[in-house]
């Protein structure tokens, strides 16, 4: 078997390949996600989730044949898991009953994907190679929406042999998996330079539904390239059988007539694979379906960016070949850079395996380029919409990684979604031009963190448009906490009323998470205002934040973690907009609240504040104490004896850290929906927040524990669940980057800092690369910097202020 031309992190074997499924496309483009025995599942490329939809014909085949005629045929798949076997009609597994390879390995490090697999009966080793292009800080060279398929076929033998490929696929415009408006589709063949394939179309599917649109398959660079735009109309599984027996004839396929509604085609290429050589058969999977729905809950069709950027699936598979070679490198470049870091292995694979998120159908990017999210995906349709700001707080990638997407996000939240009393509907609507603020509802810790956020962001840039733009929002953001009946009423920095929060209820009364989230606004808000040259603003944020810091050390510290003290109030003293239908009834007596529960995340807005280097919010003691206490109280080994009213994202003999506990006992009757839940976005600011404060081991811990139940047996190694696929919150898991590396950024001044020694990688948003022992490299992006700093050392100047992509400033 040949080594891998890229760079792998972890290998998954036997039973470790149930459950993988890596997606493949690209930002806000949908995906088809790689199965862990090398299908092709998930299509969900049709503007919506569709978990377990597939179209009905859609697999590779591998024919080998030997000088003294021996052929062989195998679907390039691993074997089929035990679990598929049994069915009513038999197995119900995709494509079950094509013969297939006995051994199947799995290797990667997302967005590479390289499955191994052999048979002593198949005379050649078969590595396939799936991919879609990455690059941090290209937004746009992570966009395409495109699949990289590529089979490495290694001759072991003395003797060559013929080997061919082939690509088969049904025409399934007109299905999303919940939908079938499938009619008059047809399949064209297709060629340009160095591509060959076919495309897909319908003349019967609705140009205005969401269905609507074109798919292609291709090979690059074939040699003996033959096709089929149709399989025969046959009964019984005859068409499947007409297939077979052709490919396996001699590696060719020859055009059959099809009348049906939705046309199977099929691309192969046949080549000579010399004795010890291996040659590469590389496919191209792509897709263009422009009409996305608003939110799908209306009619609206608010569009599709990548689809703007091309006029159907082939034109893009076109465009993208000639680029291949490129973005290729380029995102090898990262993988490797990304890799080669000091960092612990189950934090490269949590942050690395988590990004796989922005290529799902939790994202998508509207033709005017602005980004939007899902807070995750059910099976079918999207969970919870409108880049829901208490979820979208915990996710530290994009400011990092993609510092244009972070920008987008923050211009919605304040110029769009912000009104003119300061109230940000926490949930966004669409079209942005009639329903930005229809949802009507403001979240404490969302409204609080998007604040956190613009100065993080505005901070990592440099870019005064962007404050001096969403400032007078900002402020009135701001300003929004202190009006009758507000969260901070009477203007003393500390948050006693009704609160919306990202437990999808009100609490009532000073609690350490709203509290801290607040105190992080206060001192964001300080600096920003500042900045702008509204001093008097600044001055009174830094009083409030003084007061409201020692009250919640005074007042909400129970020495061992921070408590919630309930204060019911009346309806008329909540302001409008601060109260959704799913928390208590009867503010006077309410129900569903944190009471004396110790938090998982009751320290998030130190955790962020940390991150955006505004400092230590309250007592740094018992900041660490709180930590070990959630670690001491909530964390399980092992689910046997736990009662769990709600959702079990953990079972069995698994280790995780609860939402909440009750050690002290006064619980609540009723308490916060979620107490008894465990959910990875919490655990991983969770484990940030630890690393923050010197309990490296511990925050480890955190992260291995999570990562041990996305083992691809139990659950997909790259769908970190909460409510729903794929959940935002969980690409928290950045943060740990940046808090074992003590990396910190300052675009404003292009100073740049590392506390922890060692090879590091680094990423401002606008700009990556690695520092070792020779210097600081940038990778991609351009870099402002003035200066460096590094432990044990004096700051090193800059003289050559702009670093661009190759540049490497040494240190000797």
């Known amino acids: 078997m040949t080594t891998s031309p890229w760079p792998l992190l972890r290998t998954y074997t036997g039973r470790q390949l149930r459950r993988i499924a890596l997606p493949l496309g690209g930002i806000g483009t949908g995906t088809v996600s790689f199965g862990g025995r090398g299908n092709l599942r998930d299509w969900e490329v049709v503007n919506r989730p569709a978990k377990g939809f597939h179209p009905g014909t859609a697999f590779f085949a591998i024919r080998t044949e030997s000088a003294d005629g021996v052929v062989t045929t195998r679907a390039a798949e691993g074997p089929l898991d035990l679990s598929e076997y049994e069915g009513a009609h038999g197995s119900a597994a995709q494509s079950h009953s094509l013969p297939r390879f ?62 061919s490929l082939a690509g088969s696929l049904e025409n399934f415009i007109g299905r999303d998996g919940t939908i079938d408006v499938a009619k008059g589709n047809y ?23 969401e269905q609507f649109g074109t798919v292609a398959l291709a090979v690059l660079d074939g040699q003996d390239v033959s096709r089929r735009t149709g399989w025969a109309d046959r009964t019984w599984g005859d ?12 590696g060719r396929l020859d055009e059959r007539e099809s009348e049906s509604a939705t046309p199977i085609a099929s691309v192969a290429d046949r080549r000579t694979v010399a004795a010890g050589a291996t040659e590469h058969f590389t496919f191209l999977l792509g897709w263009h379906f422009p009409n996305r729905i608003a ?8 569009g599709n960016h990548y689809t703007t950027l091309a006029d159907d699936a082939w034109t893009t598979v076109c465009r993208f070949a000639a680029q291949l070679d490129a973005l290729e490198r380029r995102t090898v470049g990262f993988v490797s850079d990304f890799l080669a870091s000091d960092l612990p292995e189950q934090v490269k694979e949590a942050a690395l395996f988590n990004l796989s998120t922005l290529r799902t159908q939790t994202v998508f990017r509207t033709p005017d380029g602005r980004f939007f999210g899902w807070e995750g995906c059910s099976d079918h349709v999207g969970s919870c919409f409108g880049s829901c700001t208490h979820v979208w707080n915990y996710e530290q990638a994009t400011p990092y990684l993609f510092g244009e997407i972070a920008r987008s996000l923050r211009e919605v939240e304040f110029a769009h979604a912000t009104d003119d009393q300061g109230l940000m509907s926490f949930r966004v609507g669409l079209p942005l031009e009639t329903n930005a603020q229809a949802w009507r509802v403001a979240a404490a810790d969302g409204q609080l963190g998007c604040l956190v956020k613009l100065f993080r962001d505005w901070r990592l840039s440099g870019d005064d448009k962007l404050l001096q733009s969403l400032w007078p929002a900002a402020r009135r953001a701001l300003e929004f906490c202190w009006i009758e009946g507000g969260w901070d009423a009477d203007r003393d920095g500390v948050m006693e009323g009704c609160q919306h929060n990202t437990m999808d209820v009100e609490y009532y009364g000073p609690n350490p998470q709203m509290q801290s989230w607040y105190l992080a606004a206060l001192r964001a808000s300080e600096e920003m205002a500042r900045h702008v040259g509204d001093n008097d603003l600044a001055a009174d944020c830094r009083r409030l934040f003084d007061y409201g810091s020692a009250w919640m050390d005074e007042h909400l510290f129970n020495g061992e973690y921070y408590r919630h003290e309930i204060r019911p109030q009346t309806l008329d003293q909540i302001a409008d907009g601060l109260r959704e239908r799913m928390g208590a009834a009867d503010p006077t007596n309410p129900v569903l609240q944190l009471g004396d529960g110790c938090l998982i995340d009751q320290l998030a807005g130190q955790h962020l504040a940390r991150i955006a280097d505004l400092g230590t919010l309250v007592d740094t003691e018992r900041v660490k104490t709180t930590l070990q206490s959630i670690l001491r109280h909530n964390r399980l080994e092992g689910f046997h004896g736990h009662f769990n009213h709600m959702r079990s994202y953990v079972l069995g ?37 630890l690393i923050q404060e010197g309990l490296v081991d511990e925050g480890l811990r955190v992260i291995t524990d999570i990562r041990a139940r996305y083992d691809g047996e139990r659950r997909n190694p790259y769908d970190e669940a909460e409510c729903g696929h794929h959940y935002a919150r969980a690409m928290a898991s950045w943060g740990a980057v940046i808090a074992l590396t003590g990396f910190d950024y300052d675009g404003r001044t292009g100073t740049m800092r590392f506390t922890t020694p060692g090879t590091h990688f680094w990423s401002t948003g606008n700009a990556f690369g690695t520092l070792d022992a020779n210097g600081l490299h940038v990778r991609e992006g351009t870099l402002y910097l003035t200066s460096l700093s590094l432990p044990n050392q004096p700051p090193l100047t800059v003289t050559a202020d702009t670093l661009t992509p190759g540049t490497t400033l040494p240190f000797n």
Do not use: K
Not at 132 to 154: G, K, N, Q
Not at 239 to 249: E, G, K, Q, R, T
Not at 653 to 666: F, H, I, K, W
């Open 187 to 209: 399949n064209e063949s297709a060629v340009g330079a160095a591509i060959d394939g076919v495309v897909m179309g319908s003349r019967g599917v609705s140009p205005d539904a």
């Open 239 to 250: 068409s499947l059988l007409d297939f077979w027996d052709d490919f396996s004839a001699d």
């Open 102 to 163: 006995r051994e199947a390995t799995f290797s990667t490090a997302y967005p590479f994907a390289r499955l191994a697999l052999s048979d002593s009966d198949v005379p050649v080793d078969l590595a396939v190679e799936a991919f879609t292009p990455f690059i941090p800080t290209d937004v746009e060279a992570s966009s395409w929406p495109v699949a990289v398929l590529r089979y490495a076929v290694t001759n072991p033998t003395n003797e060559p042999l013929v080997v």
């Open 295 to 302: 939110w799908e809950t209306t009619d609206q069709v608010v």
């Open 653 to 689: 003999d698994e280790t995780a850290v609860l939402m909440c506990s009750y050690p002290r006992g006064n619980r609540p009757e009723r308490p916060f929906p979620y107490f008894s839940e465990v959910m990875t976005g919490f655990e991983h600011i969770l484990a940030v927040g």
